[in-house]
């Protein structure tokens, strides 16, 4: 099977898996045909750039002997990508940071790993993209080629150095996957949060593949923390964010969670707290459709189903 019918396969099994669940107020369905798709290029400044084409949010930090980048979004979206990091930049990407492994963050790991990028993960994403995973629906995705894994994985903690800047990358156990990685870049004061943080839309919770709710929640809590008022965000889906939208997006999840905890400890099954419809305040807010408020109450649901031991856990 050649390269690009296996990326058309895995590429049309993400779509289904992981865009389900992330509607956004103006649902679509996803473009099969990349070509459409336009790369926007926000300039943060401290030569510090956030991309949004389709799939997760990328952001580019410039250093003096190359590019530090989080995320690719799709495959076929490369040559795109590197056209819009060429209006900011003639520099090469060295570093290509995966904020998890799902492939709409992931998908450029070959490419720009085949033109001198080193791809840097936490070691679950790895695992996940060596593996295969299943989705929700009992979709498979089948392992990625040897050639788009991440070559330096971290567990806990790692520091990046490039002439000129650092990254600041962190692990939080079990929260949208268990592989998932912030990166902080101090000089510019940015924080890239891949899908720990979606704004605009629910976040999709990987429950099937280490993500939880509770863990969602430590995160944000912990994001929290690290950021001041001027601090500019990168979230995974959905525009440029402040703390303030951050906090928001903290007290949803929170809210979230106190309201289907209640449900359960009323005896409600899953079914029940589908029909009891306890985020329609939020559903209204988000412009959220019936598909993707219920997949945020499933992913609520099973996070707390899935035992209180998890909100203290730590990664195996
Ligand atoms: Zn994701």
């Known amino acids: 099977m050649s390269r690009i019918q296996f990326t058309g396969i895995a590429l049309s099994l993400m779509l289904a898996v992981f865009h389900v669940g992330a509607q956004p107020a103006n649902p679509g369905p996803p473009p099969h045909d990349f070509s459409t798709v336009d790369i926007k290029v926000e300039d943060l400044g401290h030569r510090t750039y956030m991309l949004e084409g389709q799939g997760g949010n990328i952001t580019v930090a410039v250093a003096d002997e190359g590019i530090m980048m989080v995320d690719s979004e799709f495959a076929p979206l490369h040559d795109k990508l590197k056209a819009a990091i060429a209006t900011a930049t003639d520099k090469p990407v060295r570093y290509l940071i995966d904020t998890h492994f799902h492939l709409d963050h992931t998908g450029g790991n070959a490419a720009f790993a085949a033109e001198g990028a080193t791809v840097v993960a936490q070691e679950n994403v790895r695992k996940r993209l060596g593996s295969g995973t299943e989705g929700m629906n009992g979709n498979h995705m089948p392992p990625v080629p040897q050639s788009a894994l991440p070559t330096k994985v971290y567990r806990d903690e790692l520091t990046l150095k490039l002439k000129g800047r650092t990254a600041e990358l962190r692990h939080f156990p079990a929260a ?115 598909q993707a408020s219920q997949n945020f109450i499933r992913a609520v649901y099973r996070s707390l189903k899935s035992g209180a031991s998890t909100r203290s856990s730590s990664s195996p």
């Open 176 to 290: 949208h996957t268990d592989g998932d990685t912030y990166v902080y870049f101090a000089d510019a004061n940015v924080l890239a949060t891949g899908d720990l943080v979606s704004i605009g839309r629910y976040p999709y919770i990987d429950v099937v593949n280490g993500g939880n709710l509770n863990g969602m929640i430590a995160a944000a809590n912990a994001l929290l923390e690290r950021v001041n008022d001027k601090t500019r965000i990168v979230p995974g889906h959905g525009p440029l964010a402040g703390k303030s939208d951050l906090l928001a997006y903290r007290d949803m999840l929170q809210s979230a969670r106190t309201r289907v905890e209640k449900l359960i400890r009323e005896g409600s099954s899953e079914d029940d707290v589908l029909a009891a419809k306890p985020f329609a305040d939020f559903d209204a807010k988000l412009g959220a459709n019936d």
